[in-house]
């Protein structure tokens, strides 16, 4: 459910019409603006901000864990419009077990090399994306070192 004051920002409120199932929630909170988007409707969210709202550019996607709580991953998204030099956070939660969501780089190419580090260091699968593959570790790298349930003490030679 989105918060009254949060309709007030014009960008809420047409994403809140446009895509009414996209947006589970959000805040306001010195002085920057985060949606929560439902995962399944992410991309379409996405391609009515950079199409419909002037976010044409795409700063960062990343991840957090939050283990050992469920949902366990979000998945955040920075946006901006220079048109409007407005910024916007998009955050998308996701089960611990097997986390996937639906590439962005449909909408934004540049996505791809985020959401590949995003793979690489969390173990998230991005749905769609083009060339998913390790991009900081080698590819028999076993695991995920941004997990918080990954190792990292072990065997020293």
Known sequence: M???????FPVVAALAEAEPEALVGGKF???????????????HACAYLKNEQKFVR???VTALDWYPEEPR???VYHLHSPER?????????????????????VVWRSANWYERETFDLFGIRFRNHPDLRRIMLPEDWEGHPLRKDYPVTGDRV
């Open 73 to 75: 991953f979000e998945v």
């Open 85 to 105: 030099n407005e910024r916007l956070r998009l955050k998308c939660r996701l089960a611990g077990e097997n986390p996937e969501i639906d590439s962005v780089t």
């Open 2 to 8: 989105i918060a009254d004051e949060l309709k007030s």
């Open 29 to 43: 909170d010195r002085g920057e603006l985060t949606l929560e988007i439902a995962a399944e409707r992410i991309v």
């Open 58 to 60: 795409l700063s960062t």
